[in-house]
């Protein structure tokens, strides 16, 4: 009797173990069904989504002047969907205001595009990406949150605009960006720069240069190799002197230089005949200068501008002269 009891305990064992066997079985198979069903319904669901998002994508695509234009202001897109990949004919992109975080790497398949203008944003970096767009001409990023410009942008040959303003963080440029043959407008101001990096003075073809509102100390002495260059703005910096080599920028018609820590005037700059318009206004300047009275009939702005501009810039230079050789002829008239 024991032995048949044994026998019947091991049989119910080995049962009860493949019932266990049988049952965690059906119950894997019963997961891994529902698993890939929510898959199925998943990729169904990503799919109608994506219709959707690219239904409401064609909707902000317009067409002016033959070109395509992808238009979106004011709404909610931190993200933009791979599926806008499928509208990679679009000639323009003008996102602003909608929180975007990040230019998407797909960027690159959007080989048509002229005009990347994603200002007012919150874009943190540029993809290398970036470099695959030959045909660009404009990339319009300020006020944004990038503090990198990749090397890439250099590949970018026909860009002929480029505006970073007020980035913040940005302090360096690569050198691959004097590869641009082509572009004659820059626009680095509200940003974290201390010199005129090497690579913009290197710029063949600029035009327009902005780096007003970031912490200049100095211009490179070789500024004058900006030989097409005619308009400058350098205004709140910490510019303590300009070099000798300014006066040598025969295309300069536009120089703003207010409110530095700028102590004198180069002489030199006296023989500027091009410079129409210059601006010294707040400045710690050595000297004080009286100007002549100006008409009745010019209204209090233009009071203000001329009071620091080119006509102050040549009685200023007039009165350091003044000054330089009454402090010569005193030194002279004491050693005699």
């Known amino acids: 009797m024991t032995g048949l009891t044994v026998c019947c305990g091991t049989v119910n064992s080995i049962k009860s173990l493949w019932e266990t066997r049988i049952k965690k079985s059906k119950d894997e198979l019963k997961k891994e069904i529902e698993q890939r069903d929510r ?11 994506d219709r959707i998002i690219l239904a409401k994508l064609k909707e902000k695509v317009v067409t002016e002047e033959g070109r395509v234009i992808l238009r979106i202001e004011k709404e909610e897109w931190k993200t933009l969907p791979p599926a806008l990949v499928q509208l990679s004919q679009i000639q323009e992109w003008q996102l602003h205001r909608t929180g975007l975080q990040r230019i998407p790497r797909f960027i690159s398949s959007f080989e048509s595009l002229i005009v990347l203008d994603l200002s007012r ?10 470099g695959k767009l030959t045909r660009l001409r404009e990339l319009l990023l300020s006020y944004n949150r990038v503090s990198y410009v990749p090397e890439e942008i250099g590949c970018c040959e026909n860009l002929e605009k480029l505006e970073l303003s007020m980035n913040r963080d940005l302090d360096e440029l690569p050198t691959q960006l004097s590869n641009l043959k082509k572009l004659y407008h820059l626009d680095l101001s509200m940003n974290h720069f201390t010199t005129i990096p090497e690579c913009v003075v290197n710029l063949p073809s600029l035009e327009w240069l902005d780096m007003g509102s970031n912490i200049l100390e100095s211009l490179p002495d070789d500024i004058h190799r900006m030989e097409k260059l005619h308009t400058l703005w350098l205004p709140r910096n910490e510019l303590q002197y300009l070099p000798d080599n300014i006066c040598r920028m025969q295309s300069l018609d536009t ?28 400045n710690p300047l050595t000297y004080e200068v009286t100007l002549p009275d100006l008409k009745e009939d010019v209204d209090e702005e233009e009071n203000d501008r001329e009071m620091f501009g080119r006509e102050f810039m040549h009685c200023y230079i007039q009165e350091a002269r003044k000054r330089g050789y009454a402090i010569l002829n005193m030194y002279c008239v004491q050693n005699l």
């Open 39 to 49: 898959r199925a319904v998943g990729r169904l669901t990503g799919a109608w989504e």
């Open 121 to 130: 944003n919150s874009v943190t970096e540029i993809p290398r990406e970036i």
């Open 255 to 282: 120089l703003v230089l207010s409110k530095n820590k700028l102590r004198d005037i180069p002489r030199l700059m006296e023989g500027m005949s091009n410079l129409r318009f210059v601006n010294f206004r707040d």
